[in-house]
């Protein structure tokens, strides 16, 4: 397995990364994902207040006439989940596309794991420079089509975040670190476009069968402390 030797790039989250794999990416069981399915709702109080959250909490979008620059991401409009999570696989979907309106092009998706000393922040986002973690060196991925609803897994025993396009059914990306304290659902709708960031609702869950191994095989993975946030 090989280190990394990218050089950094400007205004990108920095944090320490381990390694990186790359695999043949396949398809994907989403049943077997929805099988850890979990209601996600966003905290209202915790919400930057630009943004306009749904009376059922479940979208979330800037208002009309927000100003912003099309080269600088609006990081700092992110709406939290109101669930936390400290053991165990949970997992959720967001709808990025709405009919007759293209993919968002500007989001950030992801966790925040808080503890009583700091908190870190596991993201991936969509913008002006493409797909990219949060890590460092930050990792970018091509990405076509543009995700359209994306899959977020949170396996928080085996310390992993997964990414995926739902739609074509396909795993785009796995963060490896080691959680402690709990774990909340983080959203950005980012600014720019007319698609809105819909947390949808799955079918309930049969109760699965735990396995002993992480719910991967052929992936793109990428093992990461965060140290610092966007």
Request: one cysteine or more.
């Amino acid at each position: 397995m090989k280190r990394l030797t990218k050089k950094k790039e400007p205004d990108c989250e920095e944090g320490t990364l381990k390694k990186q794999k790359k695999e043949v990416v396949e398809d994907i069981n989403i049943e077997e994902l929805r099988k850890h399915a979990v209601e996600i709702t966003i905290d209202r109080k915790r919400s930057h207040p630009y943004l306009i959250v749904s009376e059922d909490s479940k979208m979330v979008k800037v208002p009309p006439g927000y100003k912003h620059s099309v080269e600088v991401f609006p990081y700092q409009l992110h709406a939290f989940g109101a669930q936390r999570f400290s053991s165990g696989r949970h997992y959720w979907e967001v709808e990025l596309a709405q009919e007759n309106i293209p993919p968002k092009n500007f989001w950030i998706i992801g966790v925040e794991e808080r503890n009583l000393t700091k908190s870190k922040r596991f993201l991936c986002s969509d913008g002006p420079r493409g797909f990219y973690t949060n890590t460092d060196p930050p990792v970018k991925l091509s990405l076509t089509p543009r995700p359209e609803r994306l899959g977020v897994l949170l396996d928080y025993d085996h310390g992993q975040l997964s990414f995926y396009n739902v739609t074509e059914r396909k795993h785009l990306l796995t963060i490896s670190s080691r959680f402690s304290g709990s774990v909340v659902p983080l959203f950005n709708p980012g600014a720019g476009d007319k698609s809105t960031l819909t947390i949808l609702d799955l079918p309930k869950p049969v109760e699965p069968d735990e396995p002993t191994q992480p719910l991967l095989s052929n992936m793109v993975a990428v093992e990461s402390a965060v140290e610092f946030q966007w």
